[in-house]
C-alpha cells in the first residue's frame, strides 16, 4: 500500500512531543480532520485549547479518504424521515448543508484545490428505491434530479442528483489550518479522568475535553463498543483514465465510488466489515482492467469507517453522565463533511450556545436498532471463539488479514501489525501474537 495521493502531495509541520504537565481550557484528543476543525473554531474564539495526537496529525481516516464534501450520505434522508421524521431529516441536512458552505467560505483564502461538483447515489437494480429518495429530499427543499444517464460506465436503474456539492484535497487544506494551533505529536493518551488526561511522560488538566479519536476510547460511559462497528474499505488511483465530472457512490456498501483528482481518477470500494473477508483491492483493479484497460494504477490505499446504529453520527457530549466530556464519531463513510459539522456543533457547547441540531446528532439518542443486535452478536460469536490471538480492548478473537498483512479485531474494529503493534483504536495498546 502506498501513500494516498492527498499525504503525497504536501509535507505536514511536525509537532512536539508532550513532556510533564500543561493546562489548558479545552483539551483535544485526536489529530485528524475533527479535532483540528474544533481546535481552530476555538482559538478563533477565544478559548486556550490544546490538541495531542498519538503518530503524525492527519496520518489516519484524514490522509486516506476520497475527500467528498456532500450531504448526499448515501439513501440516507428516505429513511431518516421513516424511522425519525421529517424535522430530524430536515435538521440533519440543515447541518451537512452549512458544513458544505463553512468549507467553501474557508477555501476561499486556502490553497486546497476546492471544486464544485455535482454528487450521485446511483443503483444498478433498483430504481424505485432512488425514486423514493428524490421525492424524500424534494420534501426537505433540494433541487435533487433523478438521472438515468451518468458518466460512468456501468448501466444503472437511476441516480439522485444533488448539485452543488464539492471536492478537494483535504491536506492541503489542513496544513494551513494547523500552523497556529497547540499540537502535541506522538502523545499517547492511555487515560482519562474528568479534567484530567494522562500520556506516558505527560498530564494534561482541562476544564473540557473532547474526544475525537475515531472510535472513542473510553469504555465505561457511553456504550460506543455496542454503538460502533467499523467498516475498511479501499482506493486506487488512476492515470489514463476518464474524467467522470463529479462524485458517485453506489447506494449498495459493497459497491464502487468514482471521483477525479487532477489527471486522475479515483475508485473506491472493496469494502467489508473490519476483520471479515471482502473484495479489498483486488476487486478495484480488476473493474479498472474491465472498464479502463488503457489506465495505469499509481495510487492504492485504505481507510476506515466508524459505522453508527442509525446512519447518524455521534457528536455531543460522551454521555448523560459526563457533562464536561464530549465525543464525535460514527461518521458512516462521510467524514469530510461530518467533521465540520462536528467542530461547529462542538465548539458551539463548549462556548455555551444553542445549536439545533444539538438533538439529531445526541450520542445520548436511543441505540434500540437492528444493527444493535447485529452488533451483539458478532461480539458474542468472536469471544467465544477459541484462540489466543485476541484484542486487548475487550478480548475479542481476532483474525488475520492476509491482503494487509495485520491483525484485526470483527468486534470492534481494532487492528494490529503481524507482530502486535496497535495500527487503529479502540484498543490503547498492543494485542498478544506470540
Known sequence: MSKSVWMNSIELPRFQKLQGSVKTDVLIIGGGI??????????????DTILVEADRVCCGVTGNTTAKITSQHGLIYDNIIKSAGKEVAGRYLQANEQAINKYRELATNIRCDFEKKDSFIYSLSDRKKIEREVEAVKQLGVNAEFCEDISIPLRISGAVKFPNQAQFNPIMFLSEIIKELKIFEHTFIKDIAPHKAWSAEGEITANKIIVTTHFPFLNKHGSYFLKLYQDRSYVIGLKNAKDVHGMYMDEEKTGISFRNYKDLLLIGGGSHRTGK???????????AKKYFPESKEMYSWATQDCMSLDQIPYIGRYSKHTPDLYVASGYNKWGMTTSMVAAMLLSDLILGKENEWEEVFSPSRSILKPQLFLNGMEAVKNLMTPTTKRCPHLGCALKWN???????????????????KIINNPAVGDAKIK
Do not use: M
Open 402 to 420: 492476509p491482503t494487509e498483512h495485520t491483525w484485526d479485531c470483527p468486534c470492534h474494529g481494532s487492528r494490529f501489525e503481524s507482530d502486535g
Open 34 to 47: 475533527s479535532g483540528i476543525l474544533c481546535s481552530y473554531f476555538l482559538k478563533q474564539s477565544g478559548v
Open 277 to 287: 473477508a471482502g473484495g479489498n483491492w483486488e476487486e478495484l483493479r480488476r473493474f
